[in-house]
């Protein structure tokens, strides 16, 4: 592409784009270690946006300034740094490449208006790259790819480049091809302009390119342009072309971008960022820059998400209109003990200023733990963050990103609108989280401390669920995955001071009767005065699975008063919450009182309350009593590569697996029954069976008798306990 120069920013100083045309909101998509915050620094340094580069080995880079990211020296967290490029604002969002960050990333492509896939020429593609591209294919985000890393010796550019074009299909197309290899990479040769650009001085110089060259040059060049030409509006252009017409490069590079713009043709470009044993020069950040602000879409051929009103209805006719109502969206809160809650938003349609009055509209994850909302708020003011700096600015117009001080109420996700006429968004897609983590605090300051601290972590981030079990009295965070546990964690310590240790998690198990018994309840007590009196006779049967119970009143003669007869059934409910075992509740019985007696002054509500509990309790004492375990359906969806050893895996879980169908794109569903007990760390187990491609749900199916061998070894440790 044709450089159209870039304008060094000042340190310090925020960019402001003032028009919607102006801005181009990109996300960097990769697997960890592909070197996305390594390029963000790059390109922040090419714009003068900062005066040095840092280094994610030394804690130095802007977009990964939180002291977890320092520590693991990767980024866990969503990041945004803009820059300016001639007369552009670019949002560069950078995202976690770990799959247990997923939320962040999913927020990444919500704000974002194009996607650059970044590829590490030395690792090449993984599972959850070939994912997140099939999700932007789905809502067709216009996309490229930049392969990172070619100055590496064991970095093969034309290896990565051919699988993007297996993996990814048609229209992954090289523009640049790099000149040298390891130590010896030079620079590119642009195969538009069939011009090298040698970056060996450190400065991009234009040459001819060497002889050896014009072979490789003359077969991709042939095969870019067909793909162009195939992409191009222009119906009379592969005419011209087969008719042997030489096309002009500037044509070429017009139909090249309304391609990319229109998310159907995806150039693949080169970089190259020094670092330690490879000191040579920064390579391909000029053309990557011209792709980012030339054949990206602006937020105006981007089209807004489903708005309605807060009360429903139907969708709103929303435009990226400065002057239009106001439309935005919270797509990253983070809380700071000091500094309180920051908002990172994206405008969509409107422009946000500072002082003024919102609607902040949530979205209801109760089952999350986030508190559903409908509240006016005011803004604080708003910045342009850049790392740990946050840069004032006047106003935030439709299609730009800024960041929002001091909503308290808005969490990740939330809507801000205009209080009159009050709007919300469509949610974008967050997946469930699948890892339950028991913890519980260290000390009683740590658990005075604890609610607030969680509350905080809930409200930035929408994958974590919070559950506080009554039933097993332990408090739970459902988390992505492993690394997303150990950061929360280690947030609650370093940034709220709450220590806090996992503990092994319970899973609620019932109790039922293994066969039909006859239990005496007898509750006498007198000890002169007015006593306890209350006898009754029960008969216990289990019931079917998912019966629950059910009471059965065969009184006659008046032997049990009527109104004691609901203080037995009372009695015998209590007493099955209690459990008459192991301390589980007990469930699927059918309870029959035939018999009793009572005393005219002694009887009373309470003495049959306890002789109802007595009698099922020693009609317990007479049969087996069965322990049983919840059991889940689960759906995995995995890699046809992958589905023997899944299949294999869940039965090895007591699994019945129930069947399997085709999904397109070469995987396959399973369908499984499996016990609870037998799936707590399964989306770890999952993700490393199937290289990280893998997914599952589960829905709570029923109870099971649990084995006779589990059942001895669980109500020892419940009894322990």
């Known amino acids: 592409m044709a450089d159209k120069g870039g304008h060094p920013g000042a340190p310090g100083r925020a960019p402001e784009a003032g028009r919607p045309d102006k801005v181009r909101n990109v996300v960097l998509v990769g697997h960890s270690g592909a070197g996305k915050t390594t390029l963000a620094e790059a390109l922040l340094a090419a714009t003068g946006t900062i005066q040095r580069r840092g280094r994610v080995e030394d804690g130095t880079t802007v977009s990964d300034f939180d002291e977890v990211e320092v520590r693991q020296q990767r980024s866990v967290n969503l990041a945004l740094a803009p820059l300016t490029h001639g007369d552009i604002k670019v949002n560069l969002i950078d995202t976690p490449g770990y799959a247990d960050f997923v939320g962040d990333l999913r927020a990444g492509l919500r704000a974002a208006d194009a996607a650059l896939f970044v590829i590490s020429a030395v690792d090449g593609i993984d599972g959850l790259t070939r994912m997140l591209w099939e999700e932007c294919a789905a809502v067709g985000m216009p996309r490229a790819v930049v392969i990172t890393k070619i100055d590496q010796n064991r970095g093969d550019f034309d290896d990565v480049v051919m699988s993007c074009q297996d993996v990814f299909g048609d229209g992954v197309l090289p523009c640049y091809f790099p000149v040298g290899s390891g130590d010896g990479l030079t620079g590119l040769i642009g195969l538009l302009t069939q011009r090298c650009l040698d970056y060996s001085t450190g400065a991009r110089v234009e040459c001819e390119p060497q002889p050896e060259y014009l072979d490789q040059i003359a077969e991709q060049r042939a095969a870019l342009i067909e793909g162009i030409i195939q992409e191009s509006e222009d119906e009379t252009l592969m005419d011209r072309y087969l008719a042997g017409e030489d096309i002009p490069v500037k044509e070429l590079i017009e139909d090249l971008e309304t391609a990319v713009a229109r998310g159907s043709f995806y150039p693949v470009l080169a970089t190259s960022v020094p670092h330690g044993d490879h000191p040579g020069p920064v390579i391909g950040m000029l053309e990557l820059l011209e792709v980012i602000t030339q054949a990206f879409p602006s937020p105006l051929e981007h089209g807004i998400p489903p708005v309605t009103a807060v009360t429903g209805g139907a969708a709103k006719d929303i435009a990226c209109d400065p002057e239009g109502p106001l439309v935005a969206e919270v797509i990253k809160t983070t809380s700071d003990p000091y500094v309180g809650r920051i908002s990172l938003v994206r405008v969509f349609s409107g422009t946000l200023r500072p002082d003024t009055t919102v609607h902040v509209s949530g979205h209801g994850l109760e089952d999350r733990g986030h508190e559903d909302h409908d509240v006016d708020e005011r803004v604080g003011a708003l910045s342009s963050p850049l790392g740990k700096t946050q840069r004032v600015v006047s106003e935030c117009v439709a299609g730009d990103i800024c960041a929002v001080a001091k909503l308290n109420r808005a969490e990740s ?77 280690d947030r609650l310590r ?15 198990l019932r109790e039922t009767f293994g066969g039909k018994a006859q239990g005496l309840g007898r509750h006498v007590k007198q000890s002169g005065g007015h006593g306890q009196y209350g006898i009754c006779h029960i008969e216990v049967e289990p019931l079917p699975s998912g019966e629950g119970f059910e009471f059965v009143d065969k009184i006659v003669g008046g032997v049990v008063p009527r109104q004691f007869i609901p203080s037995v059934e009372k009695g015998v409910r209590q007493q099955m919450a209690r459990g008459v075992a192991a301390g589980y509740p007990l469930v699927d019985i059918k309870v029959t009182l035939y018999d009793g007696k009572a005393h005219s002054v002694d009887s009373s ?79 770890i187990d999952l993700r490393s069976m199937s290289q990280g491609t893998g997914t599952f749900s589960r829905t709570f199916l029923r109870y099971e008798p649990l084995p006779s061998h589990l059942a001895e070894k669980l109500a020892a440790g419940q009894k322990e306990g």
């Open 494 to 508: 370093s940034r709220y001071s709450v220590e806090v240790e996992r503990v092994d998690l319970r899973v609620p």
């Open 413 to 489: 996700g939330d809507t801000l609108s205009d209080p009159g006429s009050p709007l919300l968004m469509a949610p974008w897609s967050m997946p469930d989280p699948l890892l339950p983590v028991a913890i519980q605090a260290k000390s009683k300051a740590d658990e005075d401390k604890l609610s607030q601290a969680l509350g905080r972590l809930v409200a930035e981030d929408p994958t974590l669920r919070l559950e506080n079990n009554s039933e097993t009295r332990q408090l739970v965070l459902w988390c992505m995955g492993e690394a997303h546990a150990d950061v929360l964690i």
């Open 605 to 683: 509500d309470m003495a049959f309350q306890a002789a109802g509990a007595l009698a099922l309790k020693d009609a317990a004492s007479k049969v087996p009593i069965l322990l049983l375990e919840p059991v889940d359906e689960v759906s995995v969806l995995v890699s046809d590569d992958y589905v023997g050893p899944v299949m294999s895996d869940l039965s090895s879980r007591r699994g019945r697996v129930l069947g399997s169908e085709s999904v397109p794109g070469g995987r396959t569903m399973i369908k499984a029954e499996v016990p609870q007990l037998e799936i707590i760390r399964y989306a």
